[in-house]
Every structure is written in structure tokens, then in C-alpha cells.
């Protein structure tokens, strides 16, 4: 039985929270979640708390259950606190700034990159690191692969785009005749 479906989301008072159908939407910030949920899952917004339960016993219905809870868990913390990702770039030569609504990246190409920011994405350089924010999980995440996707870091010197949490392995390079 899922652990994450059974509890319920709280939001605050400021954000309003109607259905359309299988569609949620939360008024604050303009988010929709779709939860073409196909008859598995039931939704109940009483007061300020949202909740889940699904249709029957089944494994779908119960995987179901735990993934729309997390889309609109995800929702609610985008509109109350916020998401943010950084990402650091490594390499002589390498550079990022922020353009209107357009980061500019330099990587070592023939050609600077032009990566638009599309609405709800924000964006700020501060010497080598890229700061992303959005309040929609799912915005920030595919941006940011795409952006470390333009030149993803290399094992030998590790020049490249990668996240800040993100480890990269090393490997040794040649070794001299002996």
C-alpha cells in the first residue's frame, strides 16, 4: 500500500485550489497539475487539505495513488517555498550570463548558446555558477538537463556543466613510457 498516498497535502490559506475535472489548479501561482488519473484515483479538497485514495486495491491504482499525491505535494512547495538548482561550470574559456531572458553559455563550441528561459524560469550567474529557480519541479529539472546536456563534464579534467551536488568520477590519464 503506498506510504506517500495516504497523507494528506496541507496548503496554505493564500493559495485556492479547484478541479476541473481531473485537472487541479492552484490559483496563487497559475500551476495546473493534470492527473489523468483514468478511473484509479479519487481526490477530496476539504478546507486547506487535499487527499488522495485510490479506486481499489490494484497495483496500478495504488502506484497511481502515491504519484498523483507527489505531483500535487510538489505543487504546493513550488508556490509556498520555491525550487532551486545550481549548476557549475568548469573550463578555461567557459562562460554563462543572463540576457534579458536569455542565457548566453560559452563552452568551448564555435558558438555561443543562446538557451532561452521560458516563463516561471529564472535564471542567475554569479561568477562560475548558474542558480535556476521556478516554483514547477518538473520546468526546472528538464532546463537544467538540457543545459548541462550543451556540455556535459568529461572524466579526465572534469570540464564541463554539472551539477553542484553531482560527483564526477575521475579516471587517470596516460601514463609516460618508463
Known sequence: MSRIGKKPVEFAADIKVSSNGDILTFAKGKISVDLDTKGNVDFAIDGNTLTFAAKSEEKVHRAFWGTYRALAANAVTGLTTGYTKQLEIN????RAAVKGKVLNLQLGHSHDINFDLVDGLEAKVEKNVITLTSHDKQLLGSAAAKIRSFRPPEPYKGKGVKYMEE????????TAKK
Open 167 to 174: 560527483h564526477i568520477v575521475r579516471k587517470a590519464g596516460k
Open 91 to 94: 573550463g578555461v574559456g567557459y
